[in-house]
């Protein structure tokens, strides 16, 4: 980049940058040091009207790095001058701050930086901060935010900051501030939660572990049983060389089942919810913790189901496209000639393969819309109703048109003899059982008589207890109350 261009600011003011006023918009805000995410910092206060000054060991050397609102000085001028002063250095340099300490007493220090690594052991990078000034008011924030981030705005996504300090004067400024700077300021407690907030951005898709793991284990399991079944037992006892399935045709038969059973796992742990809230009689007894994390990640299990399915409908569209199905095609071909068949309609044949993909359509559609509504920027557009439906009615519709898919792929061979070759069970009815008894599951919690104890268990009903009440609408038949809120 041009030198000339450096003094260029970084953001250029407009109608959709004006800065918001709030009771941080008088202050003088320091930055001490001169790095990417300082100079980004810098553009991102200064068009959201702050007076901001940057503390450098080489104020003219790093001068071109800055817009021209912002002044480029000394360390000690900045830490005499600013009201509050953001510490965008590596950890291992605070110690070089320790001759600021009269300038700094009594003013806030906000410290951006992150762990080096997770689960160290040792005070936060901020406590550390604290200790070399201890009459300074130490807040935690901005870590989360990256360079990049400063310069796009808060309308590039979500941009929630979280923000600890044991001093509520320095905490309420840096609030303030944050949100003048248009984003959205999250109180996270005491300076004793800086250790998570620093841990934050290392850790990579928390919440997915779990979802992953699962998703790759299924494939695994599936994989190798279609494997041994129609690849390795046909080799093995009759010499067949089906290894050319591996890398598509295996792949394409283990995808659906992994996406069946994952979508049937986001539904499972609702229906087990329900059944302890049915059994314990009351819905104010917390659940074990592995259920409390397995109700957290069914978002990741329908994402995963989502991209499973997806996956398998591409394959299936490229399976025309192999070498080895235009061999079978013409070696068909052949023999049809061959043996002077000149109609060879199957109107069964034909019925299950228009049934089968149909309902693959409708299945991938409505995986599709679950999919969308799970972004946070559509989620959020939908009031708490809309979401349920989607969610859970759409959910179950969903599982129901996919089992049915699979169902009318397998159509009658589950009770042809010659289908359980090597006296194994086609991999289709091992992806049955947990979706049918998670459908099942369903039905039985719509019973009227376990709907309604249900409903009024979620309501505050609890059992031994010599409440008795009456649902809104309900009436002396037991009819089926209109909707169960989902778990």
């Known amino acids: 980049m041009p030198h000339g261009d450096l003094k260029k ?3 250029q003011r407009s109608r959709d940058m004006e800065p918001i006023i709030s009771e941080a918009s008088g202050l003088v805000v320091g930055i001490l040091g001169t790095g990417d995410f ?8 200064g068009n959201s009207g702050h007076a901001v000054v940057v503390g450098s060991r080489n104020p003219k ?21 600013a009201d509050l002063l953001f510490v965008a250095l590596f950890p291992e340099h605070y110690s070089t701050l320790t001759s600021l300490q009269g300038a700094l007493e009594g003013k ?8 080096d690594q997770l689960n160290q052991g040792r005070p936060s990078n901020a406590e550390q901060l604290a200790g070399l000034f201890p009459n300074s008011h130490v807040v935690k924030g901005f870590n989360v935010i990256s360079a990049w981030a400063l310069l796009a705005g808060p309308r590039d996504g979500s941009r929630q900051i979280p923000i600890c300090s044991d001093s509520s004067q320095g905490k309420s400024t840096v609030i303030q501030l944050c949100r003048s700077m248009g984003f959205t300021p999250v109180d996270a407690g005491g300076l004793s939660s800086a250790r998570d907030i620093e841990d934050g951005p290392l850790r990579l898709f928390p919440s997915w572990g779990g979802p992953v793991l699962c998703s790759v284990c299924l494939f695994i399991v599936f994989y190798a049983y279609n494997f041994v079944r129609n690849v390795l037992m046909p080799y093995l006892s009759e010499g067949e060389n089906l290894f050319y399935q591996l890398p598509v045709g295996m792949v394409n038969t283990t995808l659906p089942a992994v996406a069946l059973e994952m979508l049937a796992l986001v539904y499972l742990p609702g229906l087990l919810a329900a059944g302890l809230q049915l059994w314990r009689g009351t819905k ?12 957290c990640v069914r978002k990741q299990l329908g994402l995963l189901s989502f991209l499973c399915a997806a996956l398998h409908a591409v394959y299936s569209l490229c399976l025309p496209m192999r070498r080895s199905a235009r061999y079978f095609v013409l070696n068909a071909a052949f023999r049809q000639v061959k043996e002077g068949i000149e ?9 299950r393969m228009e049934l089968y993909l149909s309902f693959g359509i409708l299945a991938l559609g409505v995986l599709s819309l679950l999919a969308v509504t799970s972004l946070p920027s559509v989620g959020n557009s939908l009031n708490w109703r809309e979401f349920s439906f989607v969610q859970s009615r759409l959910g179950y519709t969903a599982l129901t048109i996919a089992t049915l898919h699979t169902l009318t792929f397998g159509w009658d061979r589950a009770f042809q003899p010659g289908s359980y070759k090597f006296y194994l069970p086609p991999s289709f009815m091992l992806e049955l059982v947990l979706p049918c008894a998670v459908l099942l599951g369903r039905v039985g919690l719509e019973l009227p008589c376990i709907s309604q104890r249900l409903a009024r268990i979620r309501r505050g009903w609890e059992s031994g207890h010599q409440v008795h009440f009456q649902l809104p609408g309900e009436v002396p038949n ?9 778990v």
Request: charged share 25%; net charge negative; aromatic share 10%.
């Open 108 to 115: 806030v220090l906000v410290d951006v930086s992150n762990a």
């Open 478 to 486: 037991g009819d089926i109350p209109e909707d169960i809120s989902d």
């Open 38 to 45: 300082s100079r980004s910092l810098a553009a991102r206060l």
């Open 9 to 11: 600011p970084l953001l």
């Open 343 to 351: 109609h060879s309609w199957n109107e069964e044949e034909v019925w």
């Open 61 to 81: 050397h790093s001068a071109g790095l800055f817009p021209e609102s912002v002044e480029v000085t000394t360390q000690q001028d900045a830490a005499d001058r």
């Open 284 to 295: 104010y007894s917390r659940f074990p913790s592995w259920l409390d994390r397995w109700l």
